[in-house]
């Protein structure tokens, strides 16, 4: 189905202002817009679940949030072996929980290992995630056998594993889901002046 409408990116309103370009904004040297997760402050994120953006898809909306672990740059990462098992096991908790399973379109780790993304079918507020977030989460602490899909046949990198210290973070962050969780980000303001665009947090 074709893309109607994306809350951030001036890229996007570039491409349906101009369906068939000559050239891209990569050729013609127009700087690319900051996609919606690096417009955030991270300095100011804290563990918790965010919207990070919502897309329209025909008559329907995709929804992506920022499932948050860590503390950005203030506390260690989650190690690559550990977050590949959250994945596995947390991916496969979503896709069979028995009322969110046909709106789960993706799970897996953001790249600076401080937490995942979640994509669901329709608009639900980050508060409505909570409890899915924190069965999964609990599913994962008290795992116990093989990692799902953990085979050269299933997965392209199966021995990049670690059940325990993915079992360890699960636990922390269910008392993060439970006690203390953060759903909107710190807003920031745009600040335009003649010598540039600054954020004010």
Known sequence: ??????????????????????????????????????????????????????????????????????????????????MHTIEHVVATFLRNDAEWKDRIVYWGPMGCLTGCYLIV?????PQELQPLLLRAFEYLRDYEGEVPGATPVNCGNYLLHDLPMAKWEAARYVE????????EYVKTKRIDTAGGVFFDA
């Not at 013609?28 to 417009?39: H, N, T, V």
């Not at 955030?40 to 898809?57: F, K, N, W």
């Not at 079918?121 to 507020?125: A, F, I, S, Y």
């Open 1 to 82: 189905m074709p893309l109607t409408r994306c809350v951030e990116g001036r890229n996007f309103k570039h491409a349906m202002e101009n369906p068939n370009p000559e050239k891209s904004p990569q050729e013609s040297g127009e700087p690319m817009g900051l996609i919606a997760s690096f417009q955030v402050d991270h300095t100011q994120i804290v563990p918790g679940i965010y919207e990070s953006r919502t897309d329209a898809i025909g008559g329907d909306f995709a929804t992506t949030f920022d499932v948050r672990m860590k503390t950005p740059n203030k506390e260690p990462a989650i190690h690559p072996n550990a």
């Open 121 to 125: 079918k329709g608009r639900p507020k």
């Open 176 to 183: 993060i889901l439970k006690t203390g969780a953060r759903y």
